[in-house]
Antibody, heavy 118, light 111 residues
Framework: EVQLVESGGGLIQPGGSLKLSCAAS????????TSWVRQAPEKGLEWVSVIYVGGTTYYADSVKGRFTISRDNSKNTVYLQMSNLRVDDTAVYYC????????????WGRGTLVSVSS | QSVLTQPPSVSGAPGQRVTISCTGS?????????VNWYQQLPGTAPKLVIY???KRPSGVPDRFSGSRSGTSASLAITGLQAEDEADYYC???????????FGTGTKVTVL
């Protein structure tokens, strides 16, 4: 089955770190771009980061310098390392697939909840 | 990060036609970059319903259609059904900020 499964969310104190995982099955993550998109409670979608096929990465200004996206081809998994977390990072984090040379997210995971609170 | 502007809500009776607007800028939609649309049912992940401005993924009913003009785009739902009640988001790419941008979201209510 073609799917993405996120894991690693949880409750963390402000200033802490957390690493999210996005495991792909049914396709290779090296054949697609992978984005992380988040949604704060009762809010809209916010793009966070993307890793391209060649390994180039980009970030939203709100997370630049604090979050790092990476990929383990042998595990067919994409990661989001989050550091210096803030209360306003609280959200459901989705990973999503982008077909090469396109701009749309055609496959989404179910998401993992990150709660930043003291 | 720039955000695309959508109306907070639209509504219509079953069978009617509703449209959702999405307004961007010269660095995203106005730069000729594709607009995509997602449907999000309560408690679920977003689902792609329109890509490349006006293309429907396999399995999406032809009641859904998209268009783009200048710095704006729109999603139309004809023959509105109860199952269409959801939040809808447009999305494009910002060529200056080098990143994807989402719309503010529109809640569609079926009366």
């Amino acid at each position: 089955e073609v799917q993405l499964v996120e894991s690693g969310g949880g409750l963390i104190q402000p200033g802490g770190s957390l690493k999210l995982s996005c495991a792909a099955s049914g396709f290779s993550v090296t054949d697609f771009y992978t984005s992380w998109v988040r949604q704060a409670p009762e809010k809209g979608l916010e793009w966070v980061s993307v890793i391209y096929v060649g390994g180039t990465t980009y970030y939203a200004d709100s997370v630049k310098g604090r979050f790092t996206i990476s990929r383990d081809n042998s595990k067919n998994t994409v990661y989001l390392q989050m550091s210096n977390l803030r209360v306003d990072d609280t959200a459901v984090y989705y990973c999503a697939r982008v077909p090469r040379s396109h701009w749309h997210h055609d496959l989404w995971g179910r998401g993992t909840l990150v709660s930043v609170s003291s | 990060q720039s955000v695309l502007t959508q109306p907070p809500s639209v509504s219509g009776a079953p069978g009617q036609r509703v449209t959702i607007s999405c307004t961007g800028s010269n660095s995203d939609i106005g730069a000729g970059l594709d607009v995509n649309w997602y449907q999000q049912l309560p408690g679920t992940a977003p689902k792609l319903v329109i890509y490349g401005n006006n293309k429907r993924p396999s399995g999406v009913p032809d009641r859904f259609s998209g268009s783009r003009s200048g710095t704006s785009a729109s999603l139309a739902i004809t023959g509105l059904q109860a199952e269409d009640e959801a939040d809808y988001y447009c999305q494009s790419y910002d060529s200056i900020l080098i990143g994807y941008v989402f719309g503010t979201g529109t809640k569609v209510t079926v009366l």
